[in-house]
């Protein structure tokens, strides 16, 4: 094997032999790179003069005094073919051992295949280095790429032996939020152990942000020479980094403007002659780590129109206005930090006009499976995840035995009255098999198969979808659907949070069975019983749900997760169940609920701006 001295003696014996060049890495993109038709809508010659603020970013890589550079970046800005420039200069001007490491190997692999081949391909400097992918022997592998003075590894953040071979002068993380762990620790440290060797190294940090309490670029990117790109107003001049308070629009959010610090409106036709003008400003001390921040706004692929009706489509709902904040204001989502007091929940209690009040839609249940006794939770679902609450109950009884799934089965059946004397039924459930039942879960399941009643088991990896891909299980096979209870968490919190009756505002009743209420003080710390905490697997922070004690109970809080995961699978159509609600009876298989009658939804009404009316939606949170 090689030893990594001599690795490093001719990686750099190979470039000082190489005549000094002034060319710089965006010069490079200009004048050799191509972009391949099936991975830009402007297939050709690359032109820096479209995504300005890239030019900065991409020239760092080309400075000898410049050893790391930290882009925290959105989402529609460039960041992977930013990437690919840098990785292309490397080859063909300073030959030198790669590395480029992703979250998966999925991943990792597609961007080998997708982003990096086609422009290996279209770019005739690039095609001329790298052999053909023809011959096993010849060095182009999806793993890597073979080239006069240097090799490219493609690695993975999952995988420890992908780290952690032979040195490498450039190392590119990308994504790094999304990172996990590996059997030997942090996968950006073993990565960056691979540039030991090299006094002429370069580590390339990318990332669309997270959570706030788990963010790896976040604090790179403030322990770095920190980096704003300004742009001047092209009415007063002022000079100013775009912040999203600032969008606004009258009634028709497509036709959103800007307006400046001093008030002027800027139309979004104005904003690529302002980022043909704009200039990165620096904050801190410069000590060889530089970074850059830039979000949709500054995009010149995506208008501020259709930022602000993306926005609309997602704030309703709690995980899809977490994937705005983080993929298109490229901020950390940050929970609430007020912790949820029991002692405000059971005084929202109210007096319910019907079984299912009005508003609500169609019904889901959820059921969690102990050792002596099966409980369950029947919620009521409307528009922008409004929930009610209708009947909580516990059937006691050894789960081994056929008598307390027989009263689930009556409890799941039973028939619930609307406000409009409509009848409705639960639509879909979710039933915990992850237990000492899972036989008993199956077998209920697979007997019910018609009436939607799943079986599911919770996953805490963080990040994990909410329901994934069923499986089939048992002899004869049922589906098992996965439930990531972490995201389900995380967004039911955020629910309890909201304090008015409207988007994802939770209704509970004031029931009552044999003289006591169901709906107590034990039920709603059944619901807190959980909180998130961060824990540090192999070195690194990651944010789990984990009881605030271990003898507290809560089943409350796994009803209504699989609840949730019951609307999920079903995935309705509340707008065609509100139309049918309003008069049209329900086809026969569909299920009562979409007779429940239509409900006026709440306004949504922007914030006051100036100069051009309302819309100024600064207040998401």
């Known amino acids: 094997m090689t030893s990594a001295t001599t690795i490093r003696a001719i990686s750099e014996a190979i470039c000082s032999a190489i005549p000094a060049s002034s060319l710089t890495v965006s010069a490079w993109a200009d004048t050799y790179r191509y972009l391949a038709p099936e991975r830009s809508a402007r297939p050709g010659r690359w032109s820096t ?17 410049v050893h790391e550079i930290v882009f925290w970046k959105s989402a529609q800005v460039g960041g992977t073919e930013i990437i690919n420039n840098i990785i292309g200069y490397f080859i063909h001007i300073e030959p030198s051992p790669i590395l480029y490491v992703c979250e998966t190997e999925q991943k990792a692999k597609a961007w080998s295949q997708e982003s990096l081949a086609p422009m290996i391909r279209d770019t005739p400097v690039l095609a001329a280095l790298v052999e053909e992918a023809r011959a096993r022997d010849s060095g182009n592998t999806i793993e890597g790429k073979k080239y006069p003075g240097g090799h490219l590894a493609v690695a993975w953040a999952t995988s420890a032996a992908t780290l952690s071979s032979r040195p490498r002068r450039i190392v590119a993380f990308d994504e790094i939020d999304a990172f996990g762990t590996t059997s030997e620790g942090d996968p950006i440290s073993l990565g960056e152990a691979r540039t030991k060797t090299f006094s002429n190294y370069l580590i390339i940090k990318v990332s669309t942000p997270r959570d706030d309490e788990t963010s790896r670029i976040k604090p790179a990117y403030e322990a770095s020479y920190r980096g704003r790109f300004l742009l001047p107003c092209l009415h007063c001049g002022e000079y100013q980094a775009l912040e999203w308070e600032r969008i606004r629009w009258d009634d028709d959010p497509l036709a959103a403007y800007y307006v400046c610090v001093n008030g002027c409106v800027i139309e979004h036709d104005e904003k690529q002659a302002m980022l043909a003008q704009g200039e990165w400003r620096w904050e801190g001390e410069f000590s060889g780590v530089i970074g850059f921040h830039i979000w949709e706004a500054y995009s010149p692929f995506v ?24 993929t298109s204001l490229a901020q950390t989502w940050q929970q609430l930090d007020r912790e949820i007091e029991v002692g405000e929940l059971p005084s929202r209690c109210e007096e319910y006009e019907a079984e299912v009040p009005a508003g609500v839609l169609l019904l889901t249940a959820g ?32 789960p081994a035995q056929r008598d307390v799934w027989q009263a689930l089965r009556d409890a799941l059946r039973r028939d619930f009255t609307g406000a409009d004397g409509a009848v409705f039924n639960v639509a879909a459930a979710c039933i915990d098999s992850g237990g000492h039942h899972t036989d008993e879960v199956y077998k209920f399941c697979r007997e019910n198969m018609g009436r939607r009643w799943y079986a599911v088991k919770g996953a805490n990896t963080p990040g994990r979808p909410l329901i994934s891909k069923p499986t089939l299980q048992g002899k004869p096979p049922v589906k098992l659907f996965t439930i990531g209870t972490e995201t389900a968490k995380d967004a039911f919190s955020a629910r309890l949070r ?20 169901v709906y ?11 909180q998130p905490v961060i824990e540090y697997r192999r070195g690194v922070a990651t944010r789990v749900w984990r009881k605030i004690r271990p003898s507290l109970r809560n089943e409350a809080l796994d009803c209504r997760v699989y609840a ?58």
């Not at 909201?498 to 209420?517: K, M, Q, R, T």
């Not at 509340?574 to 569909?590: C, I």
């Open 49 to 65: 003069d479209l995504v300005p603020y890239a030019r900065a970013i991409m020239d760092a890589a080309s400075r000898p005094d």
């Open 564 to 621: 949730m995961a019951a609307l999920q699978i079903l995935n309705p159509d509340f707008e065609r169940l509100a139309a049918r609600r309003g008069g049209e009876s329900a086809p026969s298989g569909e299920g009562s609920e979409s007779a429940a009658p239509r409900r006026e939804r709440p306004a949504r009404t922007g914030f006051t701006g100036h100069r051009r009316g309302g819309g100024f939606v600064g207040g998401w949170r």
């Open 303 to 326: 208008t501020w129109g259709q930022m602000a009706a993306n926005f609309l489509r997602k704030k309703a709902k709690i995980g899809e206005l977490k994937t705005f904040v983080n």
């Open 367 to 398: 059921v969690d499976v102990q050792g002596d006794r099966l409980e369950y939770e029947i919620v009521g679902w409307g528009h922008d995840d409004e929930s009610w609450s209708i009947r909580y109950g516990v059937l006691a009884g050894d």
């Open 498 to 517: 909201v304090s008015e009756p409207g988007p994802n505002y939770c209704h509970f009743p004031e029931l009552c069975e044999d003289g006591h209420p």
């Open 520 to 530: 107590d003080e034990s039920y709603f710390k059944q619901l807190c019983s959980e």
